[in-house]
């Protein structure tokens, strides 16, 4: 759209959502000129049926395909600086994109237009006693602000989940990847407008300041809520500074408790795949609890493989013990208090041996950020006691805590993974973005 179109549909909002307390007429600051744009497109989405989301979402996983090339030039000059600046390998993981990666994301667009659209659907209803028809229905949030960190793919994953499930998005990335996410944005702009709908229901929030995330965070009655992905301080930031309503998602300090009837093979696999399957994501294991009736046997067999994958195991009195006396070859350093709060993002594990399963839960209970927590035993008993005891988004019974994702859960992707308990809890998909009114129908009732 042209700057020309872009100012008309924002002045012709300020009537259509009078906002008391932002100013009139149209505001110079860019970030609330796009919050006043976006209300617009959100306007136009909110009642479309399914055919035209779907359209452009497969027009831009046609798009994020033929100009994977761009995508790929522009990000490697946000991984170029990132290294110059000295940045942590585990980061530049994040927010490396590759052929193979943006194809991946594409798939996944592709994932989300063939998912059922949560807009219209009955929630619940029912006819009251007075004959009134009552029903619940899904609506469209509005307008969502999504503030997160160096993982361009997040920039795509938001944008298809927002626009299938009606909802206009405004995007705030890092600074380490505001060249590749610009590519994206004006990749993903060109193909919803193509498609005839609201290019503005995509934008990259202008600006890479401080600033302009808060002016995000305080844009309340523009923008209807804010979702933060990213480490514990821009999550905590967001919470404590926004008056936008938000949506909390946490940080990942995840288990893997080994009881004492585990199957000592499978013990392994699980924990390998969980710590060093891909140690940058909230979803990876940073804790080991291993129940003292197998420590000897397992530990050794851990540790070996742990080695072999370069993770360093940090533990405690016990751990350490048993990986001396197998004169095992991973590298064990003494544990600190902090370790156990630790959400490594690297190739670092923290290890301790418990006495029961209660003191793996009150390790738990402790220590977890409410993400993910898996157990790893043959015991159904032992399996429903952990699963009713740990509060977390996820309990994973032998399986890997990997698979705590939207894309592993069938949503086709995710906005965030909640670790809150309002509105919406683990990954979020479509319904999750998703609102409801109730629709009350009558023959001229009205109340005695």
Not at 157 to 178: E, H, I, M, T, W
Not at 202 to 207: A, E, K, N, S, T
Not at 362 to 374: C, K, Y
């Amino acid at each position: 759209m042209s700057s020309s179109h872009d100012d008309q549909s924002a002045r012709s909002e300020l009537t259509a959502f009078p906002s008391p307390s932002l100013p009139s007429p149209l505001p110079q600051s860019e970030v609330l000129r796009a919050a006043y744009r976006a209300r617009a497109a959100a306007a136009e989405l909110a009642p479309l049926p399914r055919t035209p989301k779907d359209e452009a979402l497969l027009a831009i996983a046609d798009a994020l395909i033929v100009r994977t090339r761009e995508i790929v030039d522009a990000n490697a000059e946000d991984v170029a600086r990132a290294r110059e600046a000295g940045t942590a390998e585990s980061v530049i993981d994040r927010l490396t994109l590759t052929r193979e990666r943006v194809a991946a994301i594409a798939e996944d667009v592709r994932k989300v237009a063939g998912l059922p659209d949560p807009v219209g659907e009955i929630v619940r209803g029912s006819t009251l006693p007075n004959g009134l028809d009552l029903r619940q229905v899904r609506v469209p949030l509005g307008v969502v602000g999504i503030i997160y960190e160096a993982r361009p793919n997040v920039t795509v994953d938001a944008a298809a989940l927002c626009l299938k499930s009606g909802n206009a998005v405004l995007l705030r990335g890092s600074s380490s990847a505001y060249r590749s996410n610009q590519k994206l944005v004006e990749v993903l702009r060109d193909a919803v407008g193509g498609a005839g709908l609201p290019a503005d229901a995509i934008q990259l929030v202008p600006g890479e300041s401080r600033e302009s995330v808060q002016e995000l965070m305080r844009a309340r009655g523009m923008v209807d809520v804010l979702i933060p992905r990213g480490g514990a301080s821009l999550i905590r930031t967001v919470v404590e500074q926004s008056t936008v309503p938000v949506i909390e998602t946490g940080t990942g300090n995840c288990h893997v408790y080994v009881d004492a009837e585990a199957d000592l093979e499978m013990a392994v696999r699980i924990l390998l795949n969980s710590k060093a399957q891909r140690v940058s994501v909230c979803n990876t294991a940073e804790t080991l609890l291993v129940h003292e009736a197998v420590a000897e046997d397992f530990l050794p067999l851990a540790l070996a493989a742990l080695a072999e994958a370069g993770v360093t195991v940090h533990a405690d009195e016990r751990v350490a013990a048993i990986a001396a006396a197998a004169e095992s070859k991973a590298v064990v350093v003494p544990a600190t208090p902090e370790d156990w709060e630790t959400e490594y993002l690297s190739y670092d594990i923290a290890a301790a041996v418990v006495n029961s399963l209660e003191d793996a839960v009150a390790h738990i209970r402790l220590w977890s950020s409410g993400h993910t927590e898996a157990i790893v035993t043959k015991s159904q008993a032992a399996a429903r006691r952990f699963t009713q005891l740990v509060d977390a988004t996820t309990v994973a019974v032998n399986a890997s805590t990997r698979f705590t994702d939207g894309g592993q859960f069938g949503f086709g992707a995710e906005i965030g993974i909640s670790t809150q308990k309002l509105h919406a809890r683990g990954p979020m998909g479509l319904p999750e973005l998703t609102s409801t009114k109730y629709i009350l129908t009558g023959d001229g009732h009205v109340r005695p």
